[in-house]
Nanobody
Framework: QVQLVESGGGLVQPGGSLRLSCAASGSIFSINAMGWYRQAPGKERELVATITIGGNTNYADSVKARFTISRNNAKNMVYLQMNSLKPEDTAVYYC??????????????WGRGTQVTVSS
């Protein structure tokens, strides 16, 4: 079984920065793609950024030039550096991984989320 655990959320003032981390553990053979999604109160979950095993990245227009996604394949970790944060970035941020297990099965796994609040 695979687990994804996020960390690094918190309260930050507008214009500030936060770095989210997500650690994947369990019976993992490879993680084909990893990403961050977010869900604000009363809204649907939306894509923030994704990164492939080869390092290709994709960002939501709303976070381009402010957020940077990266990963450490050896440690099965993905990061999200968030700069110039705005109140509208307030949401629960979820880590996602498309994982091939050691038995060869494919799964789309989610963490439980970490709260990011941007407020003065």
């Amino acid at each position: 079984q695979v687990q994804l655990v996020e960390s690094g959320g918190g309260l930050v003032q507008p214009g500030g920065s936060l770095r989210l981390s997500c650690a994947a553990s369990g019976s993992i053979f490879s993680i084909n793609a990893m990403g961050w999604y977010r869900q604000a109160p009363g809204k649907e979950r939306e894509l923030v950024a994704t990164i492939t095993i080869g390092g290709n990245t994709n960002y939501a227009d709303s976070v381009k030039a402010r957020f940077t996604i990266s990963r450490n394949n050896a440690k099965n970790m993905v990061y999200l550096q968030m700069n110039s944060l705005k109140p509208e970035d307030t949401a629960v941020y979820y880590c996602n991984g498309r994982i091939t297990s050691s038995t060869g099965s494919l799964s789309n796994d989610w963490g439980r989320g970490t709260q990011v609040t941007v407020s003065s």
